[in-house]
């Protein structure tokens, strides 16, 4: 058990420890992982909310009954939403939230490219024009 203070409020966390390393690591792994509800971006491992310690609990539970991490992050998506993972899964509702930022930057390109060449006069044009200006000139000699 530790004791923490946040902003002068003292509060109690649970912290497990397993007696089998591998163990220990994917719960520290997890807790970083999963989001609380609760706190506004805080993993389960930096939350003193009530719900995050029960969410502790429940993933000890998971890992000493032998679910694997997909099982416990599937189980916690189902029951509390993509949400609470830090990283959501790419699927058809989060295929935005992973892609969006390349697509607008292709398309902020696009226009920053397409601004510049509409405003710099085009060779053809010019060339156009002088050779016009050549041969209305030839016609008056």
Same mark, same amino acid.
């Given at each position: 058990?530790?004791?923490?203070?946040?902003?002068?409020?003292?509060? +109690?966390?649970?912290?497990?420890?397993?007696?089998?390393? !591998?163990?220990?690591?994917? /719960?520290?792994? &997890? #807790?970083?992982? +999963?989001?609380? &509800?609760?706190?506004?971006?805080?993993? +389960?491992?930096? !939350?003193?909310a009530g719900l995050a310690q029960d969410l502790r609990k429940?993933?000890?539970?998971?890992?000493?009954?032998?679910?694997?991490?997909?099982?416990?992050?599937? /189980? #916690?998506?189902?029951? /509390?939403?993509?949400?609470? +993972? $830090?990283? %959501?899964? &790419?699927? $058809?509702?989060?295929?935005m939230l992973w892609f969006g930022p390349f697509i607008l930057l292709v398309v902020a390109i696009g226009?920053?490219?397409?601004?510049?060449?509409?405003?710099? %006069?085009? *060779?053809?044009?010019?060339?156009?024009?002088?050779?016009?200006?050549? *041969? *209305?000139?030839?016609? *008056? !000699?």
């Amino acid at each position: 058990m530790v004791i923490g203070d946040v902003n002068g409020q003292t509060f +109690l966390v649970d912290e497990k420890t397993f007696t089998d390393g !591998s163990n220990q690591l994917r /719960y520290d792994t &997890l #807790m970083e992982e +999963l989001r609380c &509800l609760v706190c506004q971006n805080q993993s +389960l491992a930096d !939350s003193s909310a009530g719900l995050a310690q029960d969410l502790r609990k429940k993933v000890v539970a998971m890992i000493e009954d032998g679910s694997d991490d997909q099982e416990i992050k599937d /189980y #916690m998506v189902q029951r /509390y939403g993509e949400f609470i +993972l $830090y990283r %959501p899964r &790419l699927n $058809y509702s989060t295929i935005m939230l992973w892609f969006g930022p390349f697509i607008l930057l292709v398309v902020a390109i696009g226009i920053v490219v397409r601004i510049i060449r509409s405003s710099q %006069p085009s *060779h053809t044009n010019q060339e156009v024009s002088s050779e016009k200006k050549i *041969h *209305h000139d030839g016609e *008056h !000699s």
